[in-house]
């Protein structure tokens, strides 16, 4: 019998499988024959091949059947003549065997796909790109790393082509895979259907939705931690088994039955170890092993399939398991979930999101679909009865199953969910316990643009309760609406398009979109966009307009163009969109922009859904290095595109889901710059045209890609005429064109010439222009061909008719912000001012410009109208006023009586009278009753001189009686009579807060109505106060907590509306309903302040609003900014009697209170067209509660709970974010909620406008002053009594005769104050209220002040353009207060405060988008703030203290914190713009001990190091939440910690720096808590001067800076173990600097004991002498000695009375004495060098010689007051009648100077003046006192205050330089000056008064200058010549010491312990 040959087999099975032969590739079959010819089939049985597969391979994958007793073993036999492979099993329960002669037995019981198809050769698979084989450490095996930018260019594919099928049929697929961090994979399956049909199925962490088609099924696969970036793998992705049911997906999805998979490809980027198929349903968790010896009924994985789990740990803790779809029934699994019940998972959640497809309802009932990740525990909020497949997710703690469903098992839309989620809608379906949602808002801004604001605030009264939380409301809801808008463009003037039947145009202006109608002029807005609109495109039909807004990234929304509608809110990923276009169906939206790298990008969204219920989709985005100016999708084919730019024209088609493009050869054009192309039709096919800025126009035929024909448009002009008499293409210069745009017919194209010209196609003539009064930026022809639409660049917009060959403009605007506004009562006119120089009037009934005023030179400032004649009067920038006549439009009379610009401009309502002010502080009355007003009065000094921002700073009353106005400074409000200009009352608004961080200042003033007579006045501390006109009585405050103080205030004729505008935000509030009697107050800083009457904000602007104001008629409201809007006025007009505003109808006085606006009104605007009823800042977050029994309970323990800090009515918690209800138990108030450990909690509070004050704050209201925990990690400010000036000469910037140049020290008492960036070089630190910042090459200094007190610490943003300061809070001044400075430029961005005590520690988020503020231990707050908007977003206050915190560097939204005994992890959850905190807290285990930790920094993923007060390091597993490793790090606390890579830095208390190599931990994690650190040592030690209270380290951690409380910054190399002085300085009080006589060096002592001798050109420090246990209290300088000039000496005198001398060159003390029994005050060498004379504290002076050592003589004339100063000079004073070389002083603290005449040689000492001053009353003195003053030695070193109330002023003397018969002495009186004393007359020659008791002086020796140290921290530069004074501030205690150095150009100033030194200017 004949053999059948292996080709006849192949040919009957390649019958049944019509798409290959399932395990065979497409070549064996197709090619040549398996076998030999002549081979038979049972030799190819028993050969060791089966279809050329090796007998090894089959050996390994089939398992051994032994027949009976035989010992043969049975394999896979041969198909022979079975052909029947298409019958096959049927859907069998997973684990179900087939029968043995099925075709997939030897794919029993698994099939390793990796091996089967030999992977590794890569014959019968390919790979493309990036594909790597790698060793994984976790799982210890190679694994195979597929990376690349483009996941479709780097992939394994199985089979090697797609011709050829695997033949799988396993019903399971197994994926054993690990996603890249912050990189997206893919993966693709091709899976046949019995019906020979091949559907591809996809997953992805790109996609963002499920999509399927009918042969296409696209699942979205998110990896989750916290708070995910959506769609990017997590950073610490784990390992990941993939489960997925390939049966069910298809019969699920699609009702189609699985027969086989074809085909599969892995996309980068991921890590992938193999795939396996089988029919069996695996347990990853459960080995063959553990099932047996559980006897556990489920399927183990086999060995060779499982992941690697250490001994002792869950395999939930490193991988991941996840099965999809899951099954309907309850599995096996779920029963080892149950009975195992590991401990919970922790790290990333991979989750499926997919969404069922369209299937029939049928196979909706019968399947159960739910998405699930097994874990160890089974979740407690699973429903029991399965749910469909969600569209959204759910994050779910730990291991729990994500399942939302509806009520009646069907899907929730994501939109519908997230309202839900907003408003806590207790639904069943969404009643799942979890901590986040993935799915975000689409925007920021617009939370559900589906849902109008009314109905969206009426489902949330009804969710929340409506009769409990309503708030109290007199106004309509709402109670305006935008009618029209005046202006054109804002971010692009190009953009205007016509509506399908031409009979609208659609244009924006800034942030609102308007349908503007051209027969009627009525206008249709699209509210929504918060930023200026930067394209527009509608699509062919006309019911889809798509908009795009500037501000990146570009956010677009889709309207539906009928309804208003907002469809759908999408981000773009390009910055700024600056080009849309729409396909002729609208189902294809095209955009161009720029990314973040600047590179131009492409980007397609599929729109074809939008508006059923569907998104917009990407289907394609593409990056093209050539610019692009336009880009236009052809209408004739939504797949076909055209751009233009520089240098090229392409051609673009949009093909198999991706973008590709094609140059066009332009030839000898290919240089031109291209600006605007159009499609247009041609007799033999379509045609592009394309225009160029050298007046070219290229005909481009698009199919051949060629350039038909070339036009060049040029001027021709005749001899002598203006203007171009006709134009033709030919060769020359050309009219640059910026636009075009073709009918069937025509071409209109505009340029910039001003000129819109209509051309035939064949371009033979110009048929019409029309000249424009700018460049024309963009044409566009109407549908009908009849009309082409033009906009200028200058703002106008109009068309040509080219029938009647009008032309008509439709709209002008301003073409730059308008500045101010006047509305004229019996015309209906508007006149507006903007700073493009002109001056324009508008009808209000058409909103048409009646006249235009153009002024080049100057630019306009402010403006009013004439109340009866037709004239008004405009206010310059120079400083003219100029009337101009209407009727005329001229200029009737101009008034130049100002110097300044002109900041005000008022006239009376009688129109008797004209105000006018300027920037220079002067106001001018004029008589305007007569058409030529004129000059009455100027006062000069009397308003504000600083420049107001507001237009509402000069204001009339409504009886033209009173005239209020800003000044004479800005904390001032002034109300005078408006005929004399005689001062009424004058108001001190800093005055009206006390509690403020900072003074408030006046910004705007209205006047009230009559009866009362109310003046309203705005504040810098976003509060209206209403005082009365008359007392200046404070009546009562409006807060109301804008962004940004209110510049603007308008009050309605009838009083009942107040408007106030801030930043964008029109805020309209009833003030009859704020005056009535039923509105409650609350005691709030020290007035009334209105707390439930909160105002309607609208917004719509995209610019700051700069004026508002009502319209005569009281019916229409006026806003200008951007643009000018009008607002119609929806309230009844009501004419109330004048008392009305003294009361109002209402409820009675009530306690209750009311959600904030922010949570109660929407985001955007509805289909009803309405303004925004919420401003959308991100960080804005609610109000707060004002509740006047906001106060702890008499039985409050003070334990921590939820309600403590934040309890409103009810239990309603208010949180920055959607409202919690939060319940409490009975009898368990304070049950201690931050000491347990079961779970997060909200802990977020929203922010007070001003910060919490104490009065609401139950968690600050403690009864006893905290403690300071024993930790030298919180930062204690130095003690000082004295306090900051008020009222002082500061000089004006350029003005200045000193300037600081450098700063001499660090200060060692501020914590984590050191910034540094290697690679930038930026270099910061802090020394007392300074930021210094220097540059460490040159030593340059730069010094940022601002600070009122010592500066605590500082924080880098991560990119280095943002420092954050803080300092500790000043006397005067409720909060501390943070500044925020700007890198790049210097300047102080904003002001923070927050905080009442101290700030202990600042950090910035690893995306810089948040600053978290961490207070000191008195305070306890922890602060979250927006650095976007630099407002407060959330506030928590803590129970106990915190000693570090530091932001998870992987995940913007993790905090930890350390403290007492444990580790806390705060969550940021944002929503929306709000954010909250939600805290997690992990003790200390027991093994480490009783201790706190009191450092942190975060090491490799994922791990936390700690250190603690006991010098242990604690190692934390932030996955598992576990502390497994600690060591003993040092002896002390450990204050700082650093680590990066495998290297460990530690600081502590014991001045140790440590060095640990850390490399191991990450391996020791995986043991747990049996970790041992003797893998952990210690590479390197230094020792430093001091405890370690800053570091900062290069990434390599070989070079880093550290400062310690010694004042000392450190440069540590641990390359070379060594450690450099970068800055150093004293760490206790400066008492004297003197110089060499050459001026290189300068020597100063401290009360440290340290004598320190610096480089004055350098300012670095050479040469250190210390003395231990005493304090260095003088010093004096040798001078030049003519027998030794090269000796140099200083002379040191110390507390114990010792003197000694030290040498300079020899760098050695020569000399000790001891001529004192007491400290010794004051020294100074003789003339000559040769003596010393000494003073002690006792008022005795010794004369020493140095030479013996010996005291030869001692006066004890100043016996009993310490001596002040001693000072020497060389000088002949015979006529002094004494004889002597040296005139010397002696001053002591008893107010008396001695003067003396001395010859130390001859022993001759004669007294030749004595001066005794008046003391001053000790009540009246509040000055330093010296520390030897207060106690004896040796107690010099406690901490006492430094200024003493009660004390004398030091006695202070000198000689003058500049005139040697002068003696110049200053607290030597009962007065504040100084005396000059002549040595001649015997009398007092002059006296300069001071504002305080001087407490140091010094003379120049060069110019007649002086400078002045006060206790107030101010020095004073006196000019004596001309008696001008300068006083400069920077100190941050008293200036103790000043001296000028001998050349007089520096001058050395200290308080306390820095050194400040000065450049003198114009010496």
């Avoid at 019995?194 to 997953?203: A, D, M």
């Avoid at 009309?787 to 439709?810: A, K």
């Avoid at 109301?1040 to 509306?1057: E, M, Q």
């Avoid at 001045?1551 to 747990?1568: N, S, T």
Wanted: with cysteine; hydrophobic share 40%.
């Amino acid at each position: 019998m004949p053999h059948v040959t292996p080709r006849s087999h192949w040919q009957l099975v390649a019958l049944a499988y019509p798409q290959g032969v399932p395990g065979v590739a497409a070549e064996a079959w197709g090619r040549r024959p398996l076998m030999p010819r002549g081979t038979t089939a049972e030799k190819s049985k028993w050969s060791g091949k089966v279809f050329g597969r090796p007998e090894k391979q089959l050996r390994d994958h089939v398992p051994c059947r032994r027949d009976g007793g035989s010992g043969v073993v049975a394999r896979r036999p041969l198909l022979g003549a079975h052909c029947v492979l298409c019958v096959r099993r049927p859907a069998a329960e997973a684990g179900s065997a087939s029968g043995g002669a099925m075709a997939g037995v030897w794919q029993q019981p698994f099939l390793n796909v990796f091996r089967h198809f030999k992977v590794d050769e890569w014959k019968r698979s390919s790979k493309e790109g990036d594909v790597t084989v790698v060793t994984d450490k976790t799982l210890k095996c190679t694994v195979y790393r597929v990376r690349g930018p483009v996941s479709a260019g780097n992939y394994i594919q199985l089979p090697k082509t797609s011709t050829q099928s695997l033949g799988l049929t396993g019903r399971y697929l197994y994926v054993l895979f690990r996603p890249l961090p912050a990189k997206h994979f893919v993966i693709h399956l091709d899976l046949c259907t019995e019906g020979s049909q091949v559907i591809r199925v996809s997953f992805s962490n790109f996609f963002k939705e499920f999509k399927s088609t009918a042969t296409w099924l696209q699942f979205p696969f998110i990896c989750e931690t916290g708070t995910p970036r959506k769609g990017v793998g997590s950073p610490a992705a784990r390992w990941t088994c993939l489960q997925l049911d390939l049966h069910d997906i298809l019969l699920v999805y699609l009702n189609q039955r699985y027969s086989h998979l074809k085909s599969i490809r892995l996309c980068a980027s991921l890590l992938v170890r193999n795939l396996y198929t089988s029919d069996l349903c695996f347990n990853p968790a459960v080995t063959v092993a553990e099932a047996r010896r559980a006897k556990l009924p489920i399927t183990p994985i086999p060995r060779e399939m499982a992941f690697p789990v250490p001994k002792g740990e869950s395999w939930h803790d490193h991988y991941v398991h996840i099965r999809f779809p899951s099954d309907s029934s309850k599995t096996p699994s779920e029963a080892v979930q149950k009975s195992c019940s590991p401990s919970e998972a922790a790290g990333p959640v991979p989750r499926l999101l997919p969404h069922p497809a369209a299937f029939s309802k049928p196979v909706q009932d019968s399947l159960a679909l739910m998405v699930q990740k097994h874990g160890p525990t089974a979740s407690r909020q699973a429903p029991s009865v399965p749910r469909p497949l969600p569209e959204v997710s759910v994050s779910c703690e730990h291991s729990e199953v994500s399942s939302v469903g509806g009520p009646s098992g069907c899907s929730q839309e994501p939109l519908a969910w997230v309202e839900a989620t907003d408003k806590h809608v207790a639904s069943d379906s969404l009643h799942v316990s979890v901590h986040q949602t993935t799915v975000e808002p689409t925007a920021p801004e617009d939370a559900s643009p589906r849902e109008s604001p009314g109905r969206k605030q009426n489902q949330q009264e009804e969710a929340l309760g409506k009769n409990r939380f309503q708030q109290r409301s007199f106004l309509p809801d709402p109670v305006l609406r935008l009618k029209g808008v005046i202006g054109f463009g804002g971010h692009s003037t190009k953009w205007a398009l016509w509506t399908r039947d031409g009979a609208a145009i659609v244009y924006p202006c800034h942030a609102v979109i308007v349908v503007l109608c051209v027969n009627t002029r009525e206008q249709r807005l699209f509210l929504g966009h918060t930023d200026k609109v930067s394209a527009l495109a509608l699509d062919g039909s006309g019911s889809l307009l798509a908009s795009a807004q500037a501000r990146p990234h570009s956010m677009l929304r889709l309207w539906d163009f009928q309804t208003e509608e907002c469809l759908s809110l999408f981000q773009s990923p390009v910055h700024t969109v600056c080009s849309l276009s729409f396909s002729d169906s609208g189902e294809v939206l095209c955009g161009v922009g720029k990314d973040r790298h600047g590179r131009m990008t492409v980007v397609v969204w599929g729109t074809a859904q939008v508006g059923r219920g569907g998104e917009a989709i990407i289907l394609t985005k593409v990056h093209s290095d050539v610019d692009i100016q336009a880009f236009e999708v052809a209408f004739f084919d939504e797949t076909r595109m055209a751009s233009c730019g520089r240098g090229s024209v392409r051609l673009w088609r949009l093909r198999g889901g991706g973008l590709r493009s094609c140059p066009v050869d332009l030839g000898e054009h290919h240089a031109l710059e291209f600006t605007d192309l159009a499609f247009g039709q041609a007799q033999d096919g379509h045609t592009l045209y394309v225009c160029s800025r050298s007046g070219h126009i290229l005909e481009i035929d698009h199919q051949r890609m060629a350039v038909r024909c070339a036009r060049r448009l040029l001027p021709t002009r005749t001899p002598g005429g203006p203007l171009p008499q006709k134009q033709t293409f030919s060769s020359g210069p050309g009219i640059a064109i910026s636009s075009l745009s073709v009918s069937q017919a025509k071409c209109a194209v505009g340029s910039e010439d001003g000129y819109l010209r209509l051309w035939p196609l064949d371009f033979s003539s110009v048929l019409l222009e029309a000249e424009h009064e700018g460049p024309i930026s963009s044409v566009r022809v109407s549908p009908d061909g009849l009309r082409v639409l033009s906009t200028t660049s200058s703002g106008h917009l109009g068309f040509l008719d080219i029938l009647s060959r009008e032309y008509s403009v439709l709209v002008r605007s301003h073409a730059a912000p308008v500045l101010a506004l006047a509305t004229e009562c019996s015309r209906g006119q508007l006149a507006t001012v903007s700073q493009d120089h002109t001056v324009r009037i508008w009808d209000l009934a058409t909103l048409q410009q009646l006249y235009d005023f153009v002024s080049p030179e100057e630019a306009p400032c402010a403006v009013a109208f004439h109340p009866t004649q037709p004239t008004f009067f405009c206010g310059f920038s120079s400083g003219a006023v100029r009337s101009f006549s209407l009727e005329a439009t001229e200029v009737l009379v101009e008034h130049r009586c100002h110097r300044g610009a002109i900041t005000g401009l008022a006239a009376s309502p009688d129109g008797s009278l004209l105000f006018s002010s300027c920037s220079r502080g002067s106001l001018a009355q004029y008589h305007s009753g007569t058409p030529r007003c004129r000059i009455l009065r100027v006062a000069a000094n009397v308003v504000c001189q600083e420049p107001c921002p507001s237009p509402s700073a000069l204001v009339v009353s409504g009886d033209s009686r009173l005239l209020a106005f800003v000044g004479p400074s800005k904390y001032t409000v002034t109300i005078m009579d408006t005929t004399s200009l005689d001062e009424l009352l004058r108001v001190d608004i800093s005055t009206l807060d006390l509690t403020g961080s900072r003074l408030d200042s006046a910004v705007a003033v209205c006047f009230g109505p009559a009866p009362p007579g109310h003046l309203l006045v705005s504040t810098s501390s976003n509060m209206v106060a209403v005082l009365d006109a008359t007392s200046g009585r404070l009546v009562r405050k409006l807060s109301c907590v804008p962004p940004a103080a209110c510049s603007v205030l308008a009050l309605s004729g009838d009083s009942r509306f107040l408007l106030t505008a801030a930043d964008r935000a029109i805020k309209v509030w009833d003030y009859s309903a704020q005056a009535g009697p039923g509105c409650q107050v609350c005691a709030l800083g020290g007035g009334l302040c209105m707390s439930h009457c909160c105002p309607q904000v609208y917004i719509g602007h995209s610019e700051p609003v700069r004026a508002v104001a009502f319209t005569p008629d009281q019916q229409q409201l006026l806003s200008v900014g951007d643009a000018i809007f009008l607002w119609d006025v929806l309230a009844p007009s009501e004419k109330s009697p004048p008392g009305r505003v003294q009361g109002s109808p209402g409820a009675p006085p009530t306690c209750e209170a009311g959600l904030g606006t922010r949570q109660l009104e929407d985001m955007v605007s509805g289909a009803n067209g309405l303004p925004r009823q919420q401003v959308p800042m991100p960080s804005q977050a609610s109000p707060p509660w004002l509740d006047t029994c906001a106060r702890p309970p008499k039985d409050h323990d003070g334990t921590f709970s939820m309600s403590d800090e934040s309890r409103g009515p009810e239990g309603l918690r208010q949180a920055s974010g959607p409202p919690v209800l939060v319940q409490k138990e009975a009898g368990r108030a304070g049950d201690g909620a931050w000491g347990a450990t079961g779970g997060p909690w909200d802990l977020g509070r929203p922010p007070h406008p001003r910060g919490w004050p104490s009065a609401c704050s139950t968690g600050r209201a403690r009864a006893q002053p905290p403690t300071r925990p024993d930790s030298y990690r919180h930062f204690t400010a130095r003690y000082k009594a004295s306090l900051l000036a008020k009222g002082l000469s500061f000089p004006a910037v350029g003005d200045e005769r000193l300037h600081l140049k450098a700063v001499m020290g660090y200060n060692g008492n501020g914590r984590a104050n050191l910034v540094w960036r290697p690679d930038t070089g930026f270099f910061a630190y802090t020394c007392g209220r300074l930021v210094v910042v220097e540059d460490l090459h040159s030593g340059v200094q730069q010094h940022w002040l601002g600070h009122p007190e010592e500066i605590s610490t500082l924080a880098l943003s991560h990119d280095a353009q943002v420092l954050a300061s803080a300092s500790g809070r000043s006397s005067t001044a409720s909060h501390c207060q943070i500044r925020v400075w700007d890198v790049p430029g210097g300047s102080c961005r904003q002001l923070l405060s927050h905080h009442d005590t101290a700030v202990q520690a600042l950090a910035f988020s690893p995306d810089d988008r948040l600053l978290v503020t961490l207070g000191d231990y008195g305070d306890r707050t922890l602060a979250l703030w927006s650095m976007a908007t630099y407002e407060l977003v959330s506030s928590t206050c803590l129970p106990e203290p915190v000693h570090g915190m530091a932001f998870n560097p992987w995940d913007a939204g993790e905090l930890a914190c350390v403290g007492q005994g444990a580790v806390t992890l705060w969550l940021l959850q944002q929503r929306g713009g709000d954010v909250s905190l939600q805290a997690h807290r992990e003790p200390i285990p027991e093994e480490v001990g009783g201790c706190e930790l009191t450092s942190l920094c975060y090491g490799t993923t994922p791990l936390l190091y700690c250190g603690s007060n006991a010098g242990q390091v604690c190692v934390w597993d932030m996955c598992a939440g576990c502390c497994f490793l600690a060591w003993e790090a040092d002896d002390g606390e450990i204050g700082v910690l650093l680590c990066s890579g495998a290297r460990l830095v530690s600081g502590s208390n014991t001045r140790r720096l440590r060095l640990w190599a850390v490399g191991a931990v990450l391996e020791l994690r995986r043991k747990g808590s049996g970790a041992r650190s003797s893998s952990v040592f210690m590479e390197r030690e230094l020792t430093l001067d001091g405890a370690v209270v800053s570091a900062v380290f290069h990434e390599s951690m070989d070079m880093g800076v550290v400062g310690t409380t010694a004042g000392t910054l450190w440069y540590v190399s641990w390359a070379e173990g060594t450690s450099t002085r970068l800055i150093s300085g004293h760490r206790s009080k400066v008492n004297e600097v003197v110089f060499s006589p050459s001026e290189s060096h300068c020597a100063t002592c401290s009360d440290d004991g340290s004598v320190r001798v610096w480089s004055v050109a350098s300012m670095e420090l050479l040469i250190q002498f210390q003395v231990l246990s005493q304090s260095c209290l003088c010093l004096s300088w040798s001078p030049p000695s003519c027998e030794r000039p090269e000796q140099q000496w200083v002379a040191a005198g110390y507390s114990d009375g010792t003197l000694r001398l030290f040498s300079i060159p020899r760098i050695a003390m020569e000399l000790k004495m001891h001529p004192h029994s007491a400290a010794l005050t004051a020294i100074t060498f003789s003339a000559d060098g040769q003596t010393i004379l000494s003073g002690d504290k006792d008022g005795l002076v010794a004369v020493s010689r140095p030479r013996t050592g010996m005291t030869f003589r001692v006066l004890s004339d100043h016996r009993g007051a310490p001596i002040c100063t001693i000072q020497s000079t060389r000088r002949e004073y015979g006529d002094f009648g004494a004889e002597g070389v040296d005139l010397w002083l002696a001053a002591s603290g008893d107010q008396q100077v001695s003067v003396w005449a001395s010859n130390w040689l001859q022993d001759r000492c004669e007294l030749v003046d004595w001066l005794s001053f008046p003391a001053p009353a000790l009540t009246e003195v509040r000055v330093p006192v010296a520390l030897w003053a207060v106690c004896p030695p040796p107690c010099h070193n406690v901490l006492c205050p430094p200024q003493v109330p009660g004390f004398l002023p030091p006695s202070l003397a000198a000689f003058c330089p500049w005139d040697e018969a002068l003696l110049v002495c200053a607290g030597l009186s009962v007065h504040h000056e100084v005396v000059f004393y002549s040595l001649f007359q015997k009398q007092v020659m002059e006296k300069i008064p001071l504002p305080f008791f001087a407490v140091s002086m010094s003379l120049s020796p060069g110019a007649r200058l002086m400078a002045i140290g006060f206790s107030e921290r101010v020095l004073r530069l006196v000019d004596c010549a001309s008696g001008a004074v300068q006083d400069f501030a920077g100190h941050d205690d008293s200036v103790q010491l000043c001296r000028f150095a001998p050349s007089a150009r520096l001058l050395f100033t200290a308080a306390h312990n820095e050194i400040l030194v000065w450049e003198v200017t114009g010496h």
